[in-house]
């Protein structure tokens, strides 16, 4: 039984507990809804951040380099979960070196909110699996610094 459980853990694909990567705290996983979640379409991807330690002007995903899928910036819609309304988007940039989507709000998100991002035609992965994207908020100040969130772990087709 040991020789098998090491065979498995040595093939390279990563070790699910309860749909989650080994060592994932639960506290910092990010609520998600995927319109389609078929490999190789085009979707309509909801990803919700947790509430705001601090008011935020940018919003910030990244994505790691195992997502084949694509990003687009052509449709983005930041609405929010608390104050049930919709925040005007000022700019979004995607920088494929850096794997980050960035969305520039107009005004500052305010502390506390929970803001909820809508991302049109997001071309899913070509293959089944679980992929990681990863929630930051900007932090102003002197010295302004993207800030940690949480992850999603967006489960495309049947794994």
């Not at 309860?18 to 994932?24: E, H, I, K, S």
């Not at 379409?41 to 919700?48: A, Q």
């Amino acid at each position: 039984m040991k020789r098998r459980l090491l065979l498995l853990l040595g093939a390279g694909s990563p070790v699910l507990a309860q749909g989650l990567p080994l060592g994932v705290n639960q506290e910092s996983v990010l609520q998600y809804k995927l319109q389609e979640g078929t490999p190789g379409v085009s979707d309509r991807y909801n990803l919700t951040f947790s509430p705001l330690p601090f008011p935020t002007t940018s919003l910030q995903i990244l994505y790691f380099s195992d997502f084949t899928g694509q990003l687009t910036t052509k449709a983005a819609v930041v609405s929010g979960r608390n104050a049930e309304r919709s925040y005007a988007v000022k700019n979004i940039d995607l920088d494929t070196t850096a794997r980050a989507l960035t969305i520039q709000m107009n005004r500052p998100i305010p502390q506390g909110e929970s803001p909820e991002v809508q991302l049109e035609e997001v071309r899913n992965p070509s293959n089944d699996g679980v992929f990681q994207l990863r929630g930051r908020v900007l932090q102003g100040g002197l010295f302004p610094a993207f800030f940690y969130i949480g992850d999603w772990f967006i489960t495309v087709g049947n794994s």
